[in-house]
């Protein structure tokens, strides 16, 4: 027998990292590519603008609520709460936590911080601007795969409680 708690958990993990799956996946998809398809310094004012809004958007709030969402499953699952659900519920925590939130960390916020520190009309711009759209759209991919077998895996154990 699962708690309320537990299964509640699971759908906002579900519904939240397939939120956070679809933001990604139009970055990877689409928006990088459009933005790359302009001028360097035109791309790099876009990126630098969404990256200065976004910090003071409701993404913040989706973003930090399912990261904390996915470590508390991934606690909850690795011991043992949930009954069958627990082992697919502590797989989609670890993955999300890791691979959304530990991958940006890591990876997508330092590359976010050197573009912000070059100026767009500089020499080194264009430089910087295409190993930044390579670079960032690469992990940026990965924390889409990731969000999304999150959320694939969190519809799994609702499935079992």
Known sequence: MTSLAFETLLWAGAIGFGLMAGVYAAFSGFIMASLAALAPAEGMRAMQSINRVIVRSPFM????????????????????RGGPAALPAAIAGVLYALGMFGVTAAFNVPRNNRLEATPADSAAAATVWDSYVREWTRWNTLRTAASTAAAALSVYALRLV
Not at 61 to 80: D, H, K, P, R
């Open 61 to 80: 709030l989706l973003f930090f609520a399912t990261s904390a969402a996915a470590v508390v499953l991934a606690i909850m699952g690795l011991l043992g």
